[in-house]
C-alpha cells in the first residue's frame, strides 16, 4: 500500500528529517504541534500542521487521542513516530493500527516485549543472545538482596519498564541496596507507570556498542554494521561514532549476527536497533533493542550512503528489503554529536531565545537542527536542539574535520554543550579510539564561551 500522506507524531529535527525524505518520495506530510512549538521550522515545513494542545507533552505529544484526531481530519493514511515520546508505546501504535491507519515500525506486540526488560531478556536468552546475568521482577528488597548476592557486586538496578536511562543506579552492596530499593521503585512507578524492578551485574568500564537492524514482513532481516555510543553523561549519549573505533572484527561479526538473530527471533519489521555491552575483553551481552529509528541513525547513513527514513517507508508500504546483506558496505568513518540547549558545566537545560544560530557547512557536515535563529527553546522538552554529523574517508580525518565544525557552530542567547564536545575531542582516549563509558566521569575544564 503506497502512502499518500503521512502524519508525524514527533516535533523538532526528527520531524524535519522525516520531512526531508517525505518530500523527496512525493508523500505529503502532517505536523502535530504544541502551543509551545508553533514557530518552529517544522511546523512551516510541513504541508499542513495541526495545533494538539498546550505545551505539556502528557497534554499534547502524549495524548494520542489527540495525535489519531487529527490523522482523521486531515485524511492521513500513515503515521510515523519518530524517537521518544510514544514511539515505543505499544498501546498507541496498537490504537493506529485499529484506526485504518498505517504504522511506521513494527508490530504492536514487538514493541510490548521488547519494551518488557525483563521478556527482552528471557526472549533473548531463548535465542543464544548472551544477556548480562541478572534477576527478574524484583518487588522486595529483601529478596533483591539475595540475588545480587547470587548475582555478584556491583549490580545496576532498573526499572523493568524504563529506558533512556532513567532510574538506573549502581550498587555496590547490601546497606546500599536496601536504602536505594523504595526510591527506584518509586520513580519507576512515576516515570513508568510500573514499580517492578529489576538487577543485572554492573560491568565495569563496559562500551556501550549498537548494531542497526532491518527486517521486512517476509522475515529477511539485515544489518547495517555497529555504532560505538560509550561517550555518555549521566547515562545518555552525548556522541557516537560508526564503526566502531575499538573492536575487532571478529566481535563486529559477531556482534552483527547475534543483532540479526534477536530481531529474526520477535518476528521483528522495520528498523530496529540491538545494544550490547561489550567488556574489556569483548564479550559483549544484551542490553535492549530500540523499536524505532535513533537519535544517531544518520552516522549510519553517513557510512553506508543509505536513507533510513526511506527504508522504514519501504518496509511499511509492505515492500520486500530490496538488499541483500553483501550489498550493504560502510565507507569512511562518520561521528556525530549532539548539541544541547543545556549548561555544558552542570548539565542543566537552558531554555530561551535563540539569538543566533549558525550551524556549519561543508563537505562530509550535515547539520540536522530543529531551530533556527529566533526560536523559542521551549523548557519542556528534551533540550537537544541539533546533531552535527561529520562524514571522512578515515576516523583521523573525521576529528579533525570534527573540529572545524564544531568551533565554527554558532549559538547564542542560550547556553550550550558546544564546549563539552569540543573538550571532548581533546581527550587523549578518544582521540585513540580507546575509550568507555567512563570517559565523561571525570572533570572537564571548559572554555567559556
Not at 70 to 80: L, M, N, S, Y
Not at 158 to 164: D, E, F, R, T, V
Not at 265 to 294: C, K, S
Request: charged share 30%; proline share 6%.
Amino acid at each position: 500500500m503506497k502512502i499518500q500522506k503521512l502524519l508525524i507524531a514527533n516535533r523538532g529535527e526528527i520531524a524535519r528529517r522525516i520531512i526531508r525524505t517525505c518530500r523527496e518520495r512525493g508523500i505529503r506530510t502532517v505536523a502535530v504541534h504544541s502551543e509551545a512549538d508553533k514557530g518552529l521550522p517544522f511546523v512551516r515545513e510541513a504541508d499542513e500542521a495541526v495545533l494538539i494542545g498546550p505545551p505539556p507533552v502528557a497534554r499534547s505529544y502524549l495524548n494520542a487521542d489527540a495525535i489519531l484526531k487529527a490523522a482523521a481530519d486531515t485524511g492521513a493514511d500513515a503515521v510515523h513516530p519518530g524517537y521518544g515520546l510514544l514511539s515505543e508505546n505499544a498501546d498507541f501504535a496498537r490504537k493506529v493500527k485499529e484506526a485504518g491507519l498505517t504504522f511506521v515500525g513494527p508490530a504492536p506486540e514487538v514493541i510490548a516485549r521488547m519494551g518488557d526488560k525483563v521478556t527482552a531478556r528471557r526472549t533473548m536468552e531463548e535465542a543464544g543472545v548472551p544477556v548480562v546475568p541478572g534477576t527478574e521482577d524484583l518487588r522486595d528488597p529483601e529478596e533483591a538482596v539475595r540475588e545480587a548476592v547470587k548475582i555478584g557486586w556491583p549490580v545496576m538496578m532498573k526499572a523493568s519498564a524504563g529506558g533512556g536511562g532513567i532510574g538506573m543506579q549502581v550498587l555496590r552492596g547490601e546497606e546500599e541496596l536496601k536504602k536505594a530499593f523504595p526510591s527506584a521503585q518509586g520513580r519507576a512507578k512515576a516515570y513508568f507507570g510500573d514499580d517492578t524492578l529489576f538487577m543485572e551485574r554492573f560491568i565495569e568500564s563496559p562500551r556501550h556498542v549498537e548494531v542497526q537492524v532491518f527486517a521486512d514482513h517476509r522475515g529477511k532481516t539485515v544489518h547495517l554494521f555497529e555504532r560505538e555510543c560509550s561517550v555518555q553523561r549521566r547515562n545518555q549519549k552525548v556522541v557516537e561514532e560508526s564503526p566502531s573505533p575499538s573492536i575487532r572484527p571478529g566481535t563486529r561479526e559477531s556482534l552483527c549476527k547475534a543483532a540479526v538473530r534477536a530481531a529474526k527471533a520477535v518476528g521483528y519489521t522495520g528498523a530496529g536497533t540491538v545494544e550490547f555491552l561489550v567488556d574489556p575483553e569483548e564479550n559483549f551481552y544484551f542490553l535492549e533493542m530500540n523499536t524505532r529509528l535513533q537519535v544517531e541513525h544518520p552516522v549510519t547513513e553517513m557510512v553506508t550512503g543509505l536513507d533510513l527514513v526511506a527504508l522504514q517507508l519501504d518496509v511499511a508500504e509492505g515492500k520486500d528489503l530490496a538488499l541483500d546483506q553483501d550489498q550493504i558496505r560502510m565507507t569512511g568513518h562518520a561521528l556525530e554529536y549532539r548539541v544541547y540547549a543545556e549548561d555544558p558545566e552542570r548539565f542543566l537545560p537552558s531554555p530561551g531565545t535563540l539569538e543566533a544560530f549558525s550551524p556549519p557547512e561543508g563537505e562530509g557536515i550535515r547539520v540536522d537542527a530543529g531551530v533556527e535563529a529566533g526560536s523559542q527553546v521551549a523548557p519542556y522538552y528534551d533540550p537537544m536542539i541539533a546533531k552535527c554529523i561529520v562524514h571522512a574517508d578515515s576516523r583521523e580525518q573525521a576529528l579533525a574535520r570534527s573540529r572545524k565544525a564544531l568551533a565554527a557552530f554558532e549559538v547564542s542567547g542560550i547556553k550550550s554543550n558546544l564546549p563539552l564536545l569540543i573538550n571532548i575531542l581533546d581527550q587523549p582516549e578518544f582521540i585513540r579510539g580507546r575509550y568507555d563509558t567512563t570517559l565523561l566521569t571525570k572533570p572537564l575544564q571548559f572554555d567559556k564561551r
